[in-house]
């Protein structure tokens, strides 16, 4: 039972172009959510978040956008860049603290 | 301004020996969150603790596996007669409260190979 899913295992962009992740989760009673970003043999490093009383947020080249009728989000990277070559993971906060983590996408960014 | 510090880093047992893994929060942090990732998925919590208590244990497999956080020292994950099927990353992620916006900080993980 898979609550939050991200259904893309790859994603390959050029240098300076958008890249675009997405995420979608099926427990409407979720509001808070997470992006993190992993490298082989790291642990997850914290990039953005977002409130379900939001439908953006925004970071430097880090957007992310929540659409709560459809229970699906999405980050934007953009100009990306080589070094944001990782694994990207979408979770969800549940009520008691508890993050609930997509598969996760990998993002390769060719020069 | 140390991060969470997790020991090993690697981890080699035996089936049926036992994993102590290890995790310090961050300064100030007194909530500790074990994760577990298995090859090719993504991680999966297995416990909540605060000092000298578990919150929530929801993730935790029944049987072989125990979580301490005690008033002094590390947050320990032990898991008892190790099998291959242990062989995962396992990630500790402390923050500083229990509100949903109290960002959860990961450390390096302990990669635990079972033979």
């Known amino acids: 039972d898979q609550q939050v899913k991200q259904n893309s295992p790859s994603l390959s962009v050029q240098e300076g172009r958008i890249s675009i992740l997405n995420c979608d989760y099926t427990n409407s009673m979720f509001d808070y959510f997470l992006w993190y970003k992993k490298y082989p043999a790291e642990g997850p490093t914290f990039l953005i978040s977002?409130?379900?009383?939001?439908d953006k947020n925004e970071d430097g080249r880090f957007t992310v956008f929540l659409n709560k009728s459809a229970k699906h989000l999405s980050l934007h990277i953009v100009p990306s860049q080589p070094g944001d070559s990782a694994v990207y993971f979408c979770a969800a906060s549940d009520p008691r603290g508890k993050l609930i983590f997509g598969q996760g996408t990998e993002l390769s960014v060719k020069p | 301004n140390a991060g969470v510090m997790q020991n090993p880093r690697h981890l080699v047992r035996r089936r049926g020996q036992e994993a102590r893994l290890r995790c310090s929060p961050m300064k100030g942090h007194s909530h500790v969150y074990w994760y577990r990732q298995l090859p090719e998925e993504g991680l999966k919590f297995m416990v909540y603790?605060?000092?000298?208590?578990?919150?929530?244990e929801s993730g935790m497999p029944k049987e072989r596996f125990s979580a301490e956080f005690p008033k002094e020292g590390p947050s320990i994950l032990r898991i008892q007669q190790v099998v291959r099927g242990d062989s995962a990353a396992y990630f500790c992620?402390?923050?500083?409260?229990?509100?949903?916006?109290?960002?959860?900080?990961f450390g390096p993980g302990t990669r635990l190979t079972v033979l």
């Open positions: 603790l605060q000092k000298e208590n578990i919150i929530d």
């Open positions: 992620a402390s923050s500083r409260g229990l509100a949903v916006t109290d960002t959860q900080y």
């Open positions: 977002i409130s379900s009383i939001k």
